[in-house]
């Protein structure tokens, strides 16, 4: 089974411009979350998605947006960037079935450097 | 706000050592996960753990769930060269709110010199 996928891995960026990442679940899973890590805050949430909805939803601004496909494909999208989005964006998708849940399968990340 | 609070932050160790990494809240999870993360990639599951008191061994790693699943510990036996990374301690909680929301810890950098 194919894990998960994101792209591109590598994205430089001027500040003020806007960006959009991908990411391909594992076959099955329908909940897909995404994270950015820095060295300074880790890992933080930023938002999942579950059957083309948006369930939840970390304290980011809404410069950072989302959204799932029908096929459980996600995209985020960062509009107006700024040098603090450079990061490692991070794609985890998950079972929707008892306490696999829980369980997230991580991608390799998209690294954003922003200029 | 749900912490998890991961210590240390680096341990530097010669091979053949033995190491604990510990992750500590006071908030009660449904589980626990730990993750290695190795540069310039994503975190990569070791272990789930589920039930209050659970121990669960992998190799030469093992992983401990508190009995009031709030804390959690991996101990590394004999560490080697190959167990460089980072550990990643990460906290779900049920439902609502809580949907495909993992709250991590800050992290251990794990270096074994050989």
């Known amino acids: 089974k194919a894990g998960v996928t994101q792209t591109p891995r590598y994205l430089i960026k001027t500040r003020g411009q806007q960006v959009t990442l991908s990411c391909s679940p594992i076959s099955g899973h329908r909940s897909v979350s995404w994270y950015q890590q820095t060295p300074g805050q880790g890992l933080q949430f930023l938002f999942e998605y579950f059957s083309e909805t948006q369930r939840n939803k970390g304290n980011f601004p809404g410069r950072f947006s989302g959204r799932q496909f029908s096929n459980s494909r996600s995209e985020m999208n960062v509009s107006t960037l700024e040098l603090g989005d450079s990061a490692l964006y991070l794609c985890?998708?998950?079972?929707?079935?008892?306490?696999?849940?829980?369980?997230?399968?991580f991608g390799a990340g998209t690294r954003l450097s922003v200029l | 706000t749900q912490l998890l609070e991961q210590s240390p932050q680096f341990l530097s160790i010669q091979e053949g050592e033995n190491l604990t990494v510990y992750c500590n809240s006071s908030s009660v999870f449904s589980s626990l996960q730990w993750y290695r993360q190795e540069p310039g990639e994503g975190p990569v599951l070791l272990v789930t753990v589920v039930t209050g008191g659970e121990v669960k061994k992998l190799k030469r790693l093992t992983f401990q769930f508190g009995d009031a699943r709030k804390d959690s510990s991996l101990h590394i036996t004999a560490a080697q060269p190959g167990d460089t990374g980072l550990y990643l301690c990460a906290g779900a909680h049920a439902g609502g709110t809580s949907y495909g929301k993992l709250t991590f810890g800050q992290g251990t950098i794990l270096t074994v010199h050989p």
């Open positions: 985890a998708s998950s079972s929707d079935r008892g306490l696999a849940k829980n369980i997230q399968y």
